[in-house]
């Protein structure tokens, strides 16, 4: 069984964190993104190398929720993310 790819921030991604949620500039980003709500919760858990299972999986425990609906809902976000460069695969 093949393992599932890790994820992680890319170090060459500029962020910033403040009450309005985190803004961040990727190697691919022409513009600034800003991420907000449990998009934030989704960049925080990305400072350390993790699987796309067990990022579900520790923000539906931390958020109470199902996990497929978890999975389905970050899933966009994973997937942008990792486009732009602002998180990669390790």
Do not use: K
Not at 20 to 35: K, M, T
Not at 47 to 66: C, K
């Amino acid at each position: 069984m093949a393992r599932s790819p890790l994820l992680v921030r890319s170090p060459a991604t500029l962020h910033r964190a403040g009450p309005f949620g985190v803004v961040l500039l990727a190697p691919g980003d022409e513009e600034p993104r800003a991420l907000a709500g449990s998009a934030v919760a989704v960049w925080e858990a990305l400072a350390e190398t993790v699987s796309r299972d067990d990022l579900v999986a520790d923000l539906a425990a931390a958020f109470g929720a199902d996990p497929a609906t978890v999975a389905a809902d970050v899933a966009p976000l994973l997937d942008a993310l990792l486009a732009s460069g602002a998180v990669v695969e390790t």
